[in-house]
């Protein structure tokens, strides 16, 4: 299996294994920044039997003050909701969103670094699927409770690797926000605009073809290129809150690549006024 199969799946693929009556949870992650919850949109129209998951709810604690606008959750309190959801240890789960895999990339982030294998994104999301003519189902599936065990309680320091905003400094950082965002011409989310000192901005959506597929490594290594970055480089990544950043961190997995996650990024950044802030294009 090679590094993009270890990370995504295909509608054909995920269709296949349905087909085959293969075990396989589906978990429908939609969030949006103008639409957190997602439920509404779940609820007309799914993959037929995914989960809804929230992420505001389910995949954040917004309990934890000073980590950003969507601190992780414990490994404890994932564990509960993935057992709701329905998750048996050992068998494949495949998240997916309708927007930019936002919401099924956190999703894949949240769950791999608690310790949770076969975790995939679908790849090209809701609109792959249904691109692809297959049926939607309505209303809310709720299944038998799940038996996965999240070895991970501090998400921070689980499988896969964080930066604190002191180790920031120490890779090559990539601010996964839109080009305003980073250049500090606007800022509609966090109370200041601009980037952290240093941080190439590469936004989510670069990694994304026009159908919402993820690009390939070929495609991918442009754009690091573009921005002066070769294949040597600690990468990490940050964005707004932890959420979209994630994206980028799942293309470059997707290529056989890593990069550590700012989790509490931007949001948790800008809230210390001793910080330094950075604006305009470098």
């Not at 103008?34 to 995949?59: F, K, M, N, T, W």
């Not at 799940?146 to 920031?168: F, H, I, K, M, S």
């Not at 056989?256 to 931007?266: C, D, F, H, T, V």
Request: aromatic content about 6%.
């Amino acid at each position: 299996m090679d590094a993009r199969d270890r990370v995504l799946i295909t509608a054909a693929e995920l269709a296949a294994v349905v087909e085959a009556g293969d075990p396989v949870t589906i978990l429908d992650v939609r969030w949006r920044l103008d639409e957190p919850d997602g439920r509404a949109a779940y609820l007309q129209g799914h993959l037929p039997g995914a989960v809804y998951v929230s992420l505001e709810d389910e995949l954040s604690d917004h309990a934890i003050a000073g980590r950003g606008r969507h601190p992780l959750p414990s490994g404890r309190a994932l564990q509960a909701a993935a057992r709701q959801w329905g998750l048996r240890d050992g068998d494949l789960v495949v998240v997916y969103d309708d927007w930019n895999r936002a919401g099924s990339a956190r999703a894949w982030w949240v769950l791999t670094t608690a310790g949770i294998d076969r975790v995939r994104i679908l790849d090209g999301g809701l609109q792959a699927w249904r691109s692809s003519g297959r049926a939607l189902e309505t209303g809310a599936v709720r299944r038998q409770p799940g038996n996965v065990t999240v070895p991970q309680d501090n998400l921070y320091a689980g499988r896969r690797p964080t930066l604190t905003a002191e180790e920031t400094g120490n890779v090559t950082l990539l601010d996964a926000r839109a080009p305003e965002r980073f250049r500090g011409d606007v800022e509609p989310l966090d109370p200041v605009a601009g980037h952290i000192p240093g941080a190439k901005n590469l936004p989510s959506g670069a990694v994304l073809a026009p159908d919402g597929t993820f690009v390939g490594a070929d495609a991918l290594t442009r754009l690091l290129f573009d921005r002066g970055i070769g294949g040597a480089e600690t990468l990490g990544a940050y964005c707004g809150s932890g959420v979209t950043a994630a994206i980028t961190i799942a293309a470059l997995a997707a290529t056989g690549r890593e990069a550590a996650l700012y989790p509490g990024s931007w949001s948790e950044w800008c809230s210390d006024p001793s910080r330094p802030v950075a604006r305009g294009p470098e």
